[in-house]
């Protein structure tokens, strides 16, 4: 109980970024008080750059089929459209 994670951002001394998974869980006492925490961190900055990366391209992709100047659309299994671009979207009405 009392445990929670967090990314954060730090910046070394020589400048660059780095992404630290902190966990953090309350010390307490007999009395269930608490007197202090417990913290692990964990460089995980390779996986947070590679994440971001992905979700930039992903909304660059997004972007492009958005404003195609071709409808494009998808369906799915039970053959309902379920997303739609711009263009799709004005030729269709």
């Given at each position: 109980?009392?445990?929670?994670?967090?990314?954060?951002?730090?910046?070394?001394?020589?400048?660059?970024?780095?992404?630290?998974?902190?966990?953090?869980?309350?010390?307490?006492?007999?009395?269930?008080?608490?007197?202090?925490v417990v913290g692990v961190a964990?460089?995980?900055?390779?996986?947070?750059?590679?994440?971001?990366?992905?979700?930039?391209?992903?909304?660059?992709?997004?972007?492009?089929?958005?404003?195609?100047?071709?409808?494009?659309?998808?369906?799915?299994?039970?053959?309902?459209?379920?997303?739609?671009?711009?263009?799709?979207?004005?030729?269709?009405?």
């Amino acid at each position: 109980k009392g445990t929670s994670n967090y990314e954060l951002e730090f910046r070394t001394k020589s400048n660059e970024i780095r992404y630290l998974l902190v966990n953090a869980t309350t010390r307490r006492d007999a009395e269930n008080n608490i007197v202090g925490v417990v913290g692990v961190a964990q460089d995980v900055t390779e996986a947070a750059k590679h994440d971001r990366a992905v979700a930039a391209m992903a909304n660059e992709l997004r972007q492009l089929i958005d404003t195609a100047n071709a409808p494009i659309f998808g369906i799915d299994v039970d053959g309902n459209v379920n997303e739609w671009n711009d263009k799709t979207a004005e030729i269709t009405g």
